[in-house]
């Protein structure tokens, strides 16, 4: 059925539902659904129907249908709690509500209901935030409410086009900056959201929500500085408030300084004791700081203030090193298992979980909790295998022998950064952890800088992503590639002390290694290299914070490393000499001969303390930081063959990187 069919067919049944005639809506929309049975839209509006017709398990059964393809679909929870306020459960109904306002804010019916609910059940402080949630969406401007319904219900280039089309006639319009700034952040180009935040708090000095909408912009930049400044101003204007007391908090361990922002999570914990987000971030504080017995005590205070807040119990299993209970594990069971239980807080359960059987030797059920993980989180992302291998291609065939001969002699002569890249969960913490032990370099971050560039340098000239970037870089001039080695060098120097050196381990930094070494030809660049089924299926039960969305599927992650590898070797191919590949098991058998083959490629003298890694006390914010505080070991290498009847498409997805690696080739 043609697309113009099917808009018919919709268009028909929304008539329909209008003038109240439920049944013939449903039969419009039942052609739509032989078509195509997982279609969103259709699904919500037969629900709809039916509860105006009173059939409300059929209801019930379309929703449970509509959520298995979209969990997280604002309406079909607002749907569900309306069926819950019919049915005179104003628990089920409040908590429906909620969910729905979570997934999408600008659900006014779903504000309005719920502060409803919370009046009838004697929480009128709660419902009156909510009333006036609901009273600030009936004011916004009608193409502004559809362009965040198109947003949150993941349409972000619909959402933009409306959004764009409204500050065009209303270019001071401090709501439609909000709008247009939070797709800017989607899309990762976040100097103009950066620049829209920053215009709109100069409109409305006094707007809260653009004040924090600021801060996290700044934040995501990783302009530190910048962003705790924010929350200073922030925090004098109300110093008892428990959402700045937080936020300052947060900003405060962004630049390292730990007992300031525990100090700000002990205060908003003496306002507000049971709050479950709060004890996790300072856990979280505790776990970058290597407090690990605090950070299981805070965790566990996080899990009992809210039993469902899935980041507290995937915190413990993210430590790595830490055991659940029984009774911790049936307690999670029962969680996921829960009705209405929000889809990210499923996710963190079933990683947790996955975790929990895995060191229990339960390799089967843990692998069904790691695949139902990974099924939930590749719902709410928009990759695509084809589109990343199209990336990969493209830098292949611009960044050729022929561009890096043109451009030669120029960009920024720095020889301080150390990139360490490759794949997640492929031992690059660990070679971080080892130069970051040497008295001339400073470990910092998965620094966002390069990325950043490339996305700056590719432009907005197609709405698919697509633009300039390669191919922009036979056209840069000297002064241009200088000019962008010395802003990166100028933007992390935030994140350095005073060493000579720093490393950066942006494992994505792989994807741009022609652009690093035209801005920065004097760079260090070591490919952190993993067996493909060890580091695939490490990264699989992965849950990772953020992006690294390929990691969702065997599939994916499969040829993800296929590409990897396809690239790595175009690089090796048109910049001989100028990569180190370190195989992280010969680091594991062998460490103090890669150790010394690695400094010598930086340039730097032997020093003991790279091979007493474990010992260096220095914060460390990845999945791996309890690991590296550890004295190195080989229990890991070979632990995905558990799993390995479970990992046949993963094979089939590596196909001749399996085989090239098997085969030494």
Not at 260 to 279: K, Q
Not at 387 to 415: H, N, R, W, Y
Not at 509 to 515: E, K, V, Y
Not at 561 to 582: K, N
Request: proline residues 4%; hydrophobic residues 40%.
């Amino acid at each position: 059925m043609a697309d113009s069919d099917v808009s018919e067919l919709l268009n028909s049944a929304q008539a329909d539902m209008y003038a109240g005639r439920f049944e013939g809506a449903l039969e419009h929309l039942q052609n739509v659904l032989r078509n195509d049975p997982h279609h969103v839209d259709a699904l919500y509006m037969k629900a709809v129907c039916l509860r105006y017709l009173k059939q409300t398990e059929a209801a019930r059964t379309a929703l449970a249908e509509l959520k298995q393809v979209a969990p997280d679909f604002g309406r079909a929870l607002q749907e569900e709690g309306h069926l819950y306020r019919d049915a005179g459960d104003d628990r089920g109904a409040i908590a429906a509500y909620r969910a729905a306002t979570i997934a999408n804010p600008a659900l006014q019916a779903a504000w309005s209901a719920l502060a409803d609910g919370l009046e009838r059940n004697g929480e009128p402080a709660e419902a009156r935030q909510c009333r006036a949630q609901a009273e600030a969406l009936s004011r916004l401007p009608k193409p502004l409410l559809a362009a965040s319904h198109h947003l949150y219900e993941n349409r972000v280039h619909k959402a933009e086009g409306l959004a764009r089309s409204f500050l065009q006639k209303h270019p001071r319009h401090v709501e439609g900056m909000r709008i247009l700034a939070e797709i800017g952040k989607r899309f990762g180009v976040l100097d103009d959201a950066e620049f829209l935040l920053e215009s709109a708090a100069e409109f409305e000095p006094d707007n809260i929500a653009v004040r924090l909408d600021y801060i996290e912009i700044l934040r995501k930049r990783q302009k530190h500085e910048a962003a705790l400044e924010q929350a200073n101003a922030l925090l004098s204007r109300d110093p008892g408030n428990p959402v700045f007391l937080s936020r300052h908090a947060v900003e405060s361990l962004a630049v390292g300084d730990y007992e300031t922002a525990l100090a700000g999570f002990d205060r908003v914990l003496a306002a507000l004791p049971e709050d479950a987000g709060t004890h996790a971030a300072r856990a979280h504080a505790l776990k970058t700081m290597g407090r690990t017995d605090e950070a299981v005590d805070a965790y566990r205070r996080a899990y009992e203030a809210r039993a469902d807040y899935g980041e507290a119990w995937y915190g413990l299993a993210n430590l790595k090193t830490y055991r659940f209970t029984d009774d911790e594990i049936d307690r999670m069971r029962a969680q996921e298992a829960a009705v209405g239980l929000r889809t990210h807080d499923r996710v963190h359960l079933c990683f947790a979980l996955g975790k929990a059987y895995e060191d229990r030797d339960d390799y089967d059920r843990a692998f069904e909790y790691y695949e139902r993980g990974n099924d939930l989180k590749r719902t709410q992302t928009r990759y695509t295998s084809d589109i990343m291998d199209q990336e990969l291609q493209a830098q292949a065939d611009v960044c050729t022998a022929e561009l890096f001969s043109a451009q030669a002699g120029k960009g920024c002569t720095a020889p301080d950064p150390i990139f360490i890249l490759g794949l997640p969960r492929a031992g690059s913490t660990l070679l971080e952890q080892i130069l970051a032990s040497h008295s001339q370099v400073d470990g910092t971050l998965e620094l966002p800088d390069i990325l950043a560039t490339a996305h700056r340098l590719r432009g907005r000239n197609r709405g698919d992503g697509a633009g300039r970037y390669p191919q922009i870089l036979h056209e840069l001039s000297a002064e241009q590639l200088r000019e962008l080695g010395e802003d990166y060098i100028e933007n992390t120097r935030i994140h350095r002390a005073d060493a000579p050196f720093f490393t950066d381990k942006m494992p994505n930094n792989f994807r741009h290694i022609g652009l690093i070494k035209l801005i920065l030809p004097n760079a260090k660049i070591i490919d952190a290299r993993r067996e493909p089924m060890a580091c695939c299926f490490s990264g699989f039960k992965q849950l990772f914070a953020e992006g690294q969305e390929f990691t969702y599927g065997l599939d994916e992650i499969g040829r993800y490393y296929r590409g990897y590898v396809e690239l790595m070797d175009h690089w090796d191919r048109v910049l001989p000499g100028e990569i180190l590949r370190v195989q992280y098991e010969d680091v594991v058998a062998d460490l103090e001969t890669q150790v010394r083959r690695i400094l010598d490629f930086c340039g730097l003298p032997f020093e003991q303390a790279c091979l007493d890694f474990h010992a260096t006390d220095r914060a460390v914010r990845t999945a791996s930081s309890e690991q590296v505080r550890q004295p190195i070991y080989d229990s890991g290498v070979e632990q995905w063959r558990h799993f390995e009847r479970h990992l046949d498409p993963l094979k089939s997805a590596l196909g001749p990187a399996l085989e090239g690696y098997r085969s030494g080739a």
